[in-house]
């Protein structure tokens, strides 16, 4: 089987929740794109893989299956579920808004580090699309709005946050090579102009536009 490529680090499974183990496991693969849009899954060879009975397998496919990363065909192998530019294009409005309140409540809160933070990974950002390393790339990006995320601790834009962005990560890696990161870059430079400000409007809306603009890049590719 292909699965074997992309988890030849993994060791059987000895933790107590080995559904979320195995959930985790998938859902990273997924996301990557190391399991491909409509690539089969069979619960049975899965299970020996990760040296597990079928069960943690199956609901951790469940999982995936209501986060709409795997589809459950009738009649059919489960399968990873294919790319969808209109729901990516959704997704892409529900993240812009998260982070746009992610930083609405975060910039009051800012510290020096936290700002100097947003720099570092603006410039790893730069290195990364120089060097065309995409992982690297959504790494920085991810990062850097990471910092709003985490100054504003609210545990529910968190989970809100996770679910929508699980639905557009595969279209970054799929896409995320082939547009300019130069329009990102400076727009991080005009949020964290505005986070120097303290205006929490202004870099709310830079925010918005930034993620937005990125999704239209994507989807038009």
Known sequence: MRYIGFMKNIQPIRRLSLREEVYHHLKNAILLLELEPEERLHDKDLAELFGISRTPVREALKKLEDEGLVEAMPGSATRVAPLNNDEANHAF?????????????????????????????????????????????????????????TAAGNPELVKALEVST??????????????????SIQQHEQIIDACIEKDSEKTALLTEVNWLSLGELLIQK
Not at 101 to 120: C, F, G, N, S, T
Not at 122 to 139: C, F, G, H, P, T
Not at 166 to 183: D, Y
């Open 93 to 149: 409005t529900v993240v812009a808004a998260l982070h746009a309140l992610a930083a609405r409540l975060a910039v009051p809160l800012l510290e020096e580090k936290d700002v100097k933070e947003l720099k570092i990974q603006n410039q790893k950002l730069r290195s990364a699309m120089e060097e065309r390393n995409v992982i690297a790339a959504i790494q920085a990006d991810e990062d850097f709005h990471q910092v709003f995320v």
């Open 166 to 183: 699980a639905k557009i990560r595969r279209l970054e890696m799929a896409q995320f090579g082939s547009v300019k990161g130069v329009n």
